[in-house]
């Protein structure tokens, strides 16, 4: 079984084609007749379905993976209890998964990487969602302490009401571009020039 490509994958930080390129080297080696459960790399695999937010792909991986590897493996276990906790929407779940447990040097890389871009993605959906939230669930969503939340939204251009503890959201500013239709542009010179002659 040659995993070269998907170490080229992971010390590149490719993260988002890791479950792509399992997935294929999966069927490869399925369609081969080798037997691979002990050696794959489930919880590395489970991982890149969830990095690209994939939970449709990352729960058929789970319920295909063999039970004697899910009580063997504590880390795909653990990679699996990032999924549940996403499928249900359980931010604050997400976040405890991923400090919870001792991840392989592996795993250890695509993990960060999936944490920050899922605190990411949670900051838009607040920007998206909100004008006004609490600090307490502000923290929750993002997975920091109160303070550290607090502090990385202030940064954002958020403000702070401090007697009521709730954040004013900054939207972004809209920038509409106005993009010039060279017919127009035509349709205009024919016009000015038949008012002049």
Not at 98 to 113: C, D, K, M, Q, Y
């Amino acid at each position: 079984m040659d995993l070269l490509e998907l170490q080229d994958a992971l010390a590149s930080k490719s993260f988002q084609r890791i479950g792509e390129i399992c997935d294929e080297l999966m069927l490869q080696v399925a369609s081969s007749g080798i037997s691979f459960q002990k050696e794959w790399p489930y919880s590395i695999h489970l991982l890149g379905h969830l990095y690209v937010n994939d939970l449709n792909s990352a729960r058929f991986l789970w319920k295909s993976i063999p039970s004697g590897i899910k009580e063997s493996q504590a880390e795909v276990v653990a990679a699996w209890k990032i999924g549940q906790c996403l499928w249900i929407r359980d931010y604050a779940g997400v976040y405890a998964a991923i400090r919870g447990f001792n991840w392989s040097p592996e795993a250890l890389g695509l993990v960060t990487a999936f944490e920050e871009s899922y605190t990411k993605r949670n900051f838009q959906l607040l920007v998206s969602a909100y004008s006004t939230i609490s600090v307490t669930d502000t923290a929750q969503f993002l997975g920091m302490s109160e303070d550290d939340a607090t502090n990385y939204v202030l940064q954002h251009g958020w403000t702070l009401d401090s007697t009521s503890r709730m954040l004013s959201v900054r939207k972004p500013e809209i920038i509409t571009e106005q993009k010039l239709d060279s017919s127009k542009l035509q349709r205009l010179t024919e016009y000015v020039f038949h008012l002049e002659h």
